[in-house]
């Protein structure tokens, strides 16, 4: 095989393990507190503050070092409504029509709706994509190696990273999303994964009463 080049491993902090257990506590409090938010303040959130989110997301493992995932930061107001018009036609079909009862039942106790409003007022949509191939100059194909799994790992660490700088956000993955190709004017190769919502949670704003899993319910240490 082919030798590739290296480099030396960047320097990490020397900690001791009661430093690790320490921060790693922190963390899993920190993100204890994350919750899902679906009412957003129009309050604005400065570009300088998504940017290094982005960032750290861009760090992500992924399959061959490939990098499939391709992310598009939406503040302009007049791209939001066209992605809210688009999305809520998806959802009315949705709840309408295409939901089986169980999943209607399912998604009951969280209260949700074809109404998106959030979709305008939050300040940011960060429409996640994966590279489904890739496209070289004289447009011939080239497989990727593990896109969902490796844009989900980059759209974990962005959530993180997001909430981490103080801000809420949303999930919402409207079936199907290719308008956002559309709208976006993104290539055929990339294939919409997730729109995510990005802004401070409005004055007052409730979340459902749910409990997470406890750790041993879905831990095993062997």
């Not at 007022?121 to 896109?147: M, Q, S, T």
């Amino acid at each position: 095989m082919t030798a590739h080049a290296t480099i030396p491993l960047p320097e990490r902090e020397a900690l001791s393990d009661e430093q690790r257990v320490r921060r790693a506590t922190a963390l899993a409090d920190e993100m204890a507190r994350r919750r899902s938010v679906r009412d957003f303040a129009p309050t604005p959130v400065p570009r300088a503050v998504i940017e290094p989110c982005l960032r750290a997301a861009g760090t992500a493992p992924s399959g061959a070092h490939q990098q499939p995932w391709r992310f598009v930061a939406i503040a302009d107001p007049a791209i939001k409504r066209r992605i809210r018009e688009a999305a809520e036609a998806e959802e009315r079909a949705f709840y309408e029509h295409r939901a089986p009862d169980a999943w209607l039942d399912a998604l009951a106790p969280l209260g949700t709706d074809a109404d998106k409003p959030f979709l305008e007022v939050a300040p940011w949509l960060i429409a996640v994509f994966y590279e489904r191939f890739a496209l070289d100059a004289e447009g011939r194909k080239h497989k990727r190696y593990y896109p969902h799994e490796s844009v989900g790992i980059a759209s974990g660490m962005l959530i993180t990273a997001l909430h981490r700088a103080g801000l809420a956000t949303l999930t919402h993955t409207p079936s199907p999303m290719g308008f956002l190709n559309q709208i976006l004017g993104r290539p055929r190769n990339e294939m919409p994964y997730l729109l995510l919502v990005v802004g401070h949670p409005a004055e007052g704003c409730r979340v459902p009463d749910i409990q997470r899993l406890s750790l041993d319910a879905y831990t095993a240490f062997l």
